[in-house]
């Protein structure tokens, strides 16, 4: 079965930088695209950022200029590079990624359980 798996959550200052990490790992034909989203206290769960095979990049506004996604498809990682983080960057930030196990089955959205990030002084 697949599993993300997410790291480098934790507690940082305001203007600080942390850098995120998913890999995938389990029976994958392929994947396409992968990205992170993110839900903070008392909100809903929100895009934040996705990337494609291709290299193609989508951010939240919220984070553009800030925020930076990539990828490596041999170790089926994406990172998320965070930087001048806000208080209301603070959330649990979850990796997902749209993943085809069988390569004649549908592919299907699969999440990680969540890293925990705190922007606070």
């Known amino acids: 079965q697949v599993q993300l798996v997410e790291s480098g959550g934790g507690l940082v200052q305001p203007g600080g930088s942390l850098r995120l990490s998913c890999a995938a790992s389990?029976?994958?034909?392929?994947?396409?695209?992968m990205g992170w989203y993110r839900q903070a206290p008392e909100k809903q769960r929100e895009l934040v950022a996705t990337i494609t095979n291709g290299g193609i990049r989508n951010y939240a506004d919220s984070v553009k200029g800030r925020f930076t996604i990539s990828r490596d498809g041999a170790k089926n990682t994406v990172y998320l590079q965070m930087n001048s983080l806000k208080p209301e960057d603070t959330a649990v930030y979850y990796c997902n990624a749209n993943i085809k196990t069988v390569s004649n089955f549908p592919a299907r959205n699969f999440w990680g359980q969540g890293t925990q990030v705190t922007v606070s002084s």
């Open positions: 389990g029976t994958i034909f392929s994947i396409n695209p």
